[in-house]
């Protein structure tokens, strides 16, 4: 988008909506009905909605001075109403394979820590040092493969689950992003420069996305929607560390997307160890639920594996996630660790990690080892964020490396 000079007072020239006074909703936190109801309450036609839609998912715009079918009262009138890009991008960066990462500022969460409190634990709430260390920050990546344009989304700002390998679980859980956040992201992903449109959604980003269920599944039918980014159910994939319960809850879900189960160790002790969030249920519990996924929905869930060099990569463990893969019909993914400056944990070698496929795929386990992308810029989930944070300011008086707010001490 370009600014208007704003000289003639025209709101057709190129107006940056954000920037509009008075523009009080997000755009993307609208669907289809919203959309006209609100078009319906301003006197305007019902199909005006449906052309907003089209500039918007269809053709990339927008800028309501460049939707020229639109009379101009109405571009006004929208432009008053909305703003589309509530993101402010802080860093951008490209990988020599393609994929590309944003860093995206968040003047205001979209909701607080929600509803799902009752329901879900909160571990390691953000503490107000944290927040000030890291602002209000999501990572969001678009990551190319042949045709595929796949975005990576954020769903929280922070995670509650903290995973003790993952940048974005320091500090845990912030804040929620709202629907219109989720959406925003797969929309600027889809700007980048190289894609023509996003192809593959998952939701692997920052955040467990059942713990912030309503605003994920909003967002989730507004993807899929033919009226919004139209993209099959079986091309999105939510992932979850798990709690049986929101598994079940979301095997009412309409839209039959993926689900991933991120296991990342094959029993408790284990599990504990590296997620807190595990001493909420058990393996056990949790493969009871994936079963009844399984049963309920027709649809096999692929079991993510992140292999940590030395604590979660030998033979026996692989033994173990082979007997719980065949138990639920699973797919395995093996995904390579990706170092985290100031984390203890290591990239197994290459020996491991085709010795960890090969047991499972002995034992008839469909396993994969996901490629390994964007090395060449902070790829893992957290650690653009995290960097970012670390190196925005100098270490107070008397800190130590690895003692500021958000970094963890190396090993
Ligand atoms: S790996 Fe996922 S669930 Fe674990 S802390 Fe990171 S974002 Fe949260």
Not at 97 to 111: E, F, I, S, Y
Not at 158 to 186: H, M
């Amino acid at each position: 988008m370009t600014a208007s000079d704003g000289q003639d007072g025209s709101a057709d020239r190129s107006l940056p909506l954000a920037a509009v006074q008075g523009a009080t909703e997000h755009f993307f936190d609208f669907n289809r009905e919203r959309l006209c109801a609100w078009t319906a309450s301003n006197g305007m036609p019902r199909h005006v909605g449906d052309q907003i839609l089209d500039w918007v998912y269809r053709k990339g715009t927008i800028d309501p001075a460049q939707m020229s079918n639109l009379a101009k009262g109405y571009r006004v009138l929208l432009s008053e109403k909305f703003s589309f890009t509530r993101g402010r991008t802080i860093a951008h960066q490209s990988a020599s394979d393609g994929t590309q990462k944003l860093l995206v500022a968040w003047g205001t969460l979209g909701t607080t820590l929600g509803d799902q409190q009752s329901v879900l634990p909160i571990l390691g709430q953000g503490s107000a040092q944290s927040q000030v260390a890291r602002g209000s920050e999501t990572e969001c990546v678009m990551i190319p493969a042949d045709a595929r344009r796949t975005a990576c989304i954020s769903s929280q700002l922070g995670c509650p689950v903290g995973c003790k390998f993952c940048a974005s679980g320091i500090g845990g859980l912030e804040g929620n992003l709202s629907a219109g956040q989720i959406l925003e992201q797969v929309y600027q992903l889809g700007r980048l420069q190289g894609v023509d449109r996003i192809s593959h959604v998952v939701f692997m980003g920052m955040g467990e996305p059942l713990a912030n269920y309503a605003a994920v599944t909003d967002a989730i039918r507004t993807l899929n929607a033919p009226w919004g980014f139209g993209i099959s159910a079986r091309r999105i994939t939510v992932s979850t560390v798990g709690l049986p319960a929101a598994i079940r809850k979301f095997c009412d879900f309409e839209i039959p997307v993926t689900l991933a189960l991120s296991l990342h160790a094959p029993n408790d002790a284990l599990r504990r160890e590296i997620i807190p969030w595990a001493e909420f249920s058990t393996v056990d519990e949790l493969l009871d639920a994936c079963d009844e996924w399984f049963t309920r929905t027709g649809r096999e869930i692929t079991l993510e594996y992140i292999l940590l060099g030395g604590v979660n990569d030998r033979p026996e463990h692989a033994e173990e996630l082979a007997f719980h893969a065949k138990r639920i019909h699973a797919n395995v993914n093996l995904i390579r660790y990706n170092e985290v400056r100031g984390m203890p944990f290591h990239r197994p070698s290459t020996d491991d990690v085709l010795r960890f496929q090969s047991v499972l795929r002995q034992r008839e386990v469909n396993a994969h080892i996901r490629a390994s992308r964007g090395r060449d810029i902070a790829a893992a989930c957290g650690q653009l964020r995290h960097e970012h944070a670390t190196t925005a300011r100098p270490p107070t008086s008397g800190e130590r490396p690895g003692e500021r707010p958000g970094e963890r001490p190396g090993s």
